[in-house]
């Protein structure tokens, strides 16, 4: 682990972070090379947001009645309100793990956590499918930048891109109507991957979260490492295997938000500065996207979950044309630079660290 680096700059409010970013142009630097245009920063405010994990052991006949409502507009199936059961997974020692909503009915299933609008509904595949599964050919492309290919689905259907993204549209607003999502919790499109497999194709529509207006980071690590200061950021997922056919949604890592506090941030040309310190010096790397977004770093053992303002540098993006698991769909290398206290991150996807880059 190395040591996290902080920087002194600036905070400013954000009416000014906006008038240097409208008419903005990258630095020379001889360690970043930048691919991309400047961000735009939307918002008319930034916070830190407390979130905190909801006493999971308090489900309510709300809760359940929520999921039964969101798996009947979503599937159209009955789903019998006493089949929705109180469920706890059980470690290899013996303790029990959050409380939450399973249930398993005619072909389909979904669980709930409580308060923390984190929920999975989905549709089994055949037997023969999920005993032989795997991506292979995997194609990953940019929100903004998608082809017109019509695909052949698991389930012989045909389905493009476009499509997949429409109907999305219209699960996204019944599971809205639902109550589904937590107050003030929205959905950004980010990443669209196509996976093809020995029975057809899938296509995966990847959102980041939005708090307040402004998107939440969907990157991190997908490692725990106890005592050890981790990213892991929520996001929204729905995988199509056939036209009209998502067999699998899933919002996960949302907390409830106790509490907001407005904060001054350093400008985007200080965020530059301070990554290009912490790189070493003489080494590109290029630059494919920035942004400012909420990005959470913890240690497994804190209650609270602080989301800050950061600027996100992606320095690559990409997606593996070989077997890839479920939980390594957008790999990704950035680097984050803590808006109020200038800190440097570094993630891979794989492993989180603090402190100077490329060294």
Not at 143 to 160: C, K
Not at 175 to 182: A, G, P, R, V, Y
Not at 252 to 279: K, T
Request: proline share 4%; charged share 25%.
């Amino acid at each position: 682990m190395l040591t996290g680096c902080k920087s002194e700059h600036e905070l400013q409010n954000l009416d000014s972070i906006k008038n240097e970013l409208s008419d903005y142009s990258f630095r020379e630097h001889e360690n970043l090379n930048f691919m991309c245009d400047p961000p735009s920063v939307y918002v008319d405010d930034v916070y830190t947001i407390t979130m905190n994990p909801s006493n999971l052991d308090e489900i309510s006949e709300d809760d359940r009645l929520k999921l039964k409502k969101a798996t009947e507009s979503i599937y159209g199936v009955n789903l019998p309100i006493d089949q929705i059961q109180d469920f706890q997974m059980k470690g290899d020692d013996g303790s029990l793990g959050a409380k939450h909503l399973r249930f398993e009915i005619e072909g389909y299933g979904g669980e709930s956590y409580n308060k923390q609008s984190t929920f999975m509904l989905w549709k089994d595949l055949p037997d023969q499918i999920i005993l032989d599964f795997n991506f292979k050919d995997t194609k990953r492309f940019d929100a903004a930048n998608f082809p017109n290919d019509v695909y052949q689905m698991i389930d012989n259907s045909e389905l493009s891109i476009e499509d997949a993204i429409k109907q999305a549209d219209n699960y996204i607003a019944k599971l809205n109507e639902c109550k589904m999502f937590d107050d003030g919790e929205g959905q950004v499109l980010s990443n669209v991957m196509v996976a093809n497999t020995d029975y057809g194709a899938i296509i995966i529509l990847h959102y980041r979260q939005t708090r307040s207006g402004l998107e939440v980071d969907d990157g991190g690590s997908l490692q725990y490492d106890p005592g050890v200061d981790q990213m892991r950021n929520p996001f929204f997922e729905i995988m199509f295997a056939g036209n009209e056919y998502p067999f699998n949604i899933r919002n996960m890592y949302s907390d409830g938000v106790s509490s907001i506090e407005s904060v001054r941030i350093i400008p985007l040309s200080s965020a530059e500065s301070i990554l290009s310190n912490s790189l070493a010096p003489n080494v590109p790397n290029d630059v494919y996207q920035v942004a400012l977004r909420y990005c959470c770093v913890y240690q497994q053992q804190d209650v609270n979950r602080i989301y800050r303002p950061m600027w996100c540098f992606v320095l690559s993006d990409s997606c593996s044309s070989q077997n890839i698991g479920w939980s390594q769909y957008f790999p990704r290398i950035t680097a984050y630079v803590d808006a109020i206290d200038g800190t440097v991150y570094y993630s891979d996807s794989q492993q989180f660290v603090l402190g100077k880059l490329g060294a």
